[in-house]
């Protein structure tokens, strides 16, 4: 990915700085941005946001921790946890709310400390569960296997 570009739904992407890739759902295009080592997908027809984050150097239980606690989205926008992190096979799942937002997290773990989160954030009016979207992401997540194990530039 190149910071600045938007890549459309059907695209494979591969999260900046990690080893993940996934491809961007119907209805939703993408970009990397440029002051932040994340890819930003917006809908074409709803309301809402996904931030999807490479994992790195994080165990299943650091990262479990880390979803626990409060995530900050911008200097004046921070999800803060609603309940419980689930765990289903290499997928973490956490709640969030902020203001008039709220908010879901699915982590999904690859090999070597490696992985990707997805933060999916949207008015708590807007109809269409999360749920649904972050199961589709995760579920289209492929990790890079590398000869030494680390991300090739």
Do not use: C
Request: hydrophobic share 40%; no cysteine; aromatic share 6%.
């Amino acid at each position: 990915m190149q910071a600045g570009q938007s890549y459309r739904a059907g695209t494979r992407v591969r999260v900046p700085n990690g080893l993940a890739s996934f491809l961007i759902p119907t209805g939703w295009r993408g970009e990397q941005l440029d002051n932040l080592a994340a890819v930003l997908l917006v809908s074409e027809k709803e309301a809402g946001f996904v931030l999807a984050f490479a994992i790195l150097n994080q165990t299943e239980d650091e990262l479990f921790a880390l979803l626990g606690e409060p995530q900050p989205i911008t200097d004046t926008l921070v999800f803060e946890p609603t309940g419980n992190v689930t765990r289903h096979g290499r997928k973490l799942t956490a709640t969030y709310s902020a203001g008039t937002l709220t908010g879901r997290g699915v982590a999904v773990m690859g090999p070597d400390l490696q992985g990707i989160l997805f933060l999916h954030g949207r008015p708590q009016k807007e109809p269409r569960p999360s749920r649904s979207l972050l199961d589709e992401l995760a579920d289209e997540v492929r990790f890079i296997q590398t000869k030494d194990g680390l991300p090739s530039p």
